[in-house]
């Protein structure tokens, strides 16, 4: 089958395209021909060399995948071929402590696909049943690769992290990114009333069509917590949902009401953050960081993607050959929501 596979023998990572053997089906296991997979920051992480630990040799990179069953192990009893699926991020052992409270992605046993298992950037993917997610047959099939990173991951930031309620508001910086276009969708859909926050004139005209979401332009001009404040009678936001990381943490407390939660979904610039910590302490503040998505956070992206209530935004489909493009478009921040590579189809 075609592949890109991560090649890390020279001065830098890169990715090639190879033909190499189509992954071979466990008992319990499901192979998946890939529709499409989305780019992460975390495969320009990998590709960039700046993340390594844990990362496997010759990897396939791709956690965001999208496909249809082609051929099942004898002891799987959920799907079988044909049908359409979406992969979880990671293979899990459904027995220990964190599986049993429903942290499957945090599994003690666990490894991510793209990472310490193959993933989608390939024709086929090997994935284990318990960790591919039925789709309804409705469901446009290159789409539906975002439904567990990035919309299952905003899920899990907003319900077990942040304990987001209807009526609150909530703050979405970084918010014309993959990530952030999906928080802010399902903050909405979640009842939450929306402030976004892009410094991108360019994508103010596609968050402000999202439902129930409010644009901030951060110009430099003016902090983006002193308009959250103005917006909110100087009360500040409920919850801050931040995938930049450091860049925006300071204000992103200052942007936070009295017992506010910020979840940290990302760090880009790899750096520290400095803030003072009494404004934490006279907000009774709370920060939490959150990252994957268990079964249970991608069955109801998938049902909220089904009834309409979220929409995976693709903005661009690269070939193979072009893979190198795609990962250029994510490092420099310029398209809104994902891009997706869409493997060879024979
Ligand atoms: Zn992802
Ligand atoms: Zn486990």
Redesign the pocket.
Known sequence: MQALVLNTDGDAPRLERRDIPTPSVGARDALVRVAACGVCYHDVAVVDGTLRRGVKRDVVLGHEVSGVVADVGEQVTTVQPGDRVVAALTA?????A??AAGQ?YR????RGFGHALDGGFAQFVSLPETSVVPLPDTMDIVQAALLACPIGVALNAMEDAAALRPGETALVVGAGGGLGAHLAQAAAALGARVLAVTTSPHKIDMLEALDGVDVILADGELDFSEIAMALTDDEGVDVALNPVGSALFGSCIASLAQFGRMVVLGEIAGRAARFNLAELLFRDATVVGATGASPRHIRKAVDMAASGSVQPIISQQFSFDAASDAIEQMRAGATFGRVALIPPSA
Not at 107 to 110: A, D, K
């Open positions: 899990f052992c459904g027995k220990c964190r599986c499957e599994c003690l046993r666990g």
